[in-house]
């Protein structure tokens, strides 16, 4: 079973605009992660927010996280065609195992 | 060179056949997973392992089985594949900081079940 669910399955987008995803979750969660994947390659991690944490950022990536609503987003600012991947929210369910659940991604495509 | 290595990066096999796909890493990590990508379903966790003497079962773990060499080894074994087991295998590790595990991932073995 998954925890997170990411939204939209899939977006595209022009070069220059801002592309956000967001992800949805059913239990309590320690920290959420996003990770990015190129085509057929494995996940590189981009980002951690813990629980007690609303926003982060790190380069053109922001993140929130809203724990009431269980749901966070990710934000990518002025896209570039290298964004090109699918990204993927994981979340930790917690309960002392830290093992991340993965959500089935979104789909971007920036258009140059 | 790459922290995490999986071989063999694609594969071509029969049904009924026996397929051991393996991983190294060199980050030092105790903590090992191996898991499965099917087009449309994300990263779906078929074996983890937090130690050398701790192996559990992942959510789709039937048909698999995995062996723990050492520390920075962890094989992934499907005794006769079938050709459902048709799909995109990662190996990644983590290793706990501040109660939080990042993972890293080696680059995926393609493998086909014919």
């Known amino acids: 079973s998954q925890q997170g669910e990411e939204d939209p399955q899939a977006l595209s987008i022009q070069e220059g605009e801002n592309a956000t995803m967001n992800c949805s979750y059913k239990?309590?969660?320690?920290?959420l992660q996003w990770y990015r994947q190129n085509s057929g390659r494995g996940l590189v991690h981009l980002i951690l927010?813990?629980?007690?944490?609303r926003e982060k950022h790190s380069g053109r990536l922001r993140v929130t996280l809203d724990t009431s609503k269980k749901s966070s987003s990710l934000l990518i600012t002025a896209s570039r065609a290298a964004d090109t991947a699918s990204y993927f929210c994981?979340?930790?369910?917690?309960?002392?195992?830290?093992?991340?659940?993965f959500g089935r991604g979104t789909s971007l495509i920036v258009h140059p | 060179d790459a922290d995490v290595t999986q071989t063999p990066r694609n594969r071509i096999t029969k049904t009924g056949k026996r397929i051991m796909l393996e991983c190294s890493q060199t980050k030092g990590h105790d903590r090992m997973y191996w898991y499965r990508q099917d087009p449309g379903l994300g990263l779906q966790l078929i074996y983890y392992s937090f130690d050398v003497k701790d192996i559990n079962k992942g959510e789709i773990s039937d048909g698999y089985s995995v062996s723990r060499q050492a520390q920075a080894k962890f094989s992934l074994s499907l005794e006769s594949a079938i050709p459902n087991q048709t799909a995109l295998y990662f190996c990644?590790?983590?290793?706990?900081?501040?109660?939080?595990?990042?993972?890293?991932f080696g680059p995926g073995t393609r493998l086909t079940v014919l």
């Open positions: 239990t309590s969660i320690n920290n």
């Open positions: 994981a979340t930790d369910a917690g309960g002392g195992s830290y093992i991340p659940t």
């Open positions: 927010i813990r629980s007690n944490e």
């Open positions: 990644a590790t983590s290793g706990r900081t501040a109660g939080t595990d990042t993972q890293y």
